[in-house]
């Protein structure tokens, strides 16, 4: 079993070093991944109301046999439901589909700031806590002046910030912001989903020096960057594989070369996008 290590936000959560995703896989499949990965030494697991599967993520981690308080459960507020009594009613209900007294690390998924209601569902998030029913609170897809405003109305940090990064969009400017406040990067698609990023003859090249493979490289430039990858597999041996990121190092030439190319997303505009 591989030995993770972790990262530290600002007020003192321990977050793995890498995670799984689970979006997206239904319930079977996601209790049939989630325990595998639990076994192989996995204690991060993502998932979020919006997937449908956080029944089959609860059903896994108590198949797992690993003790609940080794495993940091994520799952996130849908859009539907911004608002402080909707933040409260939809966690509960995220609680109950998970089958858990407490919830790990709860995030706000997509900021919505047409609907501008998420500094309330941040109230509510800080009263979660308060309660002891959620341990840590962050947010996913947000901006820095999203991140601003949540400190400037309520003085309480994220501790986590989940968002689209992979080798085509590096966040250079966001991980600097976050890392100045002691916030975790988390990042979704940290293996550039529906690209051919891993088909790159460069990445191949690094790969083959450190005996890994491609999607090892990919994984390791995240966590050297000090970000924390969540990506998505139901394989045994790609999730075996994924895990295995801490036995190398890359040259500052490679992670150079990792990152060197032109900058798009796979995502929504955070400042835009909706998802309800």
């Given amino acids: 079993m591989t030995s993770i290590p972790d990262r530290t ?3 003192g959560t321990h977050i793995p070093a890498v995670g ?18 639990l076994g192989l030494g996995y204690r991060l697991v993502d998932t979020a109301a919006n997937y ?9 981690i108590a198949r797992s046999g690993v003790p ?34 407490y919830v790990d690390l709860y995030l706000i998924h997509w900021p919505l700031p047409r609907v501008d209601k998420y500094v309330d569902s941040w109230k509510a998030m800080i009263e979660l806590r308060a309660a002891g029913l959620v341990r ?3 947010v996913s897809n947000f901006t820095a002046e999203h991140v601003s405003r949540l400190e400037a109305e309520t003085g309480v ?7 689209e990064l992979h080798p085509a ?42 005996g ?18 969540i990506p998505k597999s139901a394989d045994a041996g790609r999730q075996r594989e994924n895990l295995d990121v801490f036995g190398f190092e890359l040259t500052p030439a490679e992670m150079a070369a990792v990152g060197d190319r032109p900058h798009r997303r796979l995502g929504g505009d955070p400042t835009t996008h909706e998802e309800f």
Avoid: C
Avoid at 20 to 37: F, K, N, S, Y
Avoid at 88 to 100: D, I, T
Avoid at 173 to 185: N, S, W
């Fill in 157 to 163: 940090l994220p501790s986590v910030n989940q968002i």
């Fill in 169 to 210: 969009l590096p966040q250079d400017e966001l991980r600097a912001f976050h890392a100045a406040k002691g916030i975790v990067t988390e990042s979704w698609s940290p293996l550039g989903r529906g690209s051919r990023l891993l088909d790159d003859p460069a990445l191949g090249k690094i790969a083959e020096a450190h």
């Fill in 68 to 101: 609940r308080e080794e495993i940091v459960v994520t799952t996130k507020l849908p859009g539907r439901h911004h608002g402080h009594a909707e933040t409260l009613a939809s966690f509960e209900e995220s609680r109950a589909r998970l089958g858990l007294s």
């Fill in 20 to 37: 799984l995703g689970t979006w997206p896989m239904d319930d079977a499949q996601a209790e049939e991944a989630v325990g595998r990965a």
């Fill in 9 to 11: 936000a600002h007020d």
């Fill in 212 to 229: 890994v493979t491609p999607g090892q490289v990919v994984l390791r430039w995240h966590t050297q960057l000090g970000a924390v990858p």
């Fill in 52 to 60: 449908r599967n956080e029944t089959g993520t609860g059903r896994g």
């Fill in 136 to 138: 840590s609170i962050g």
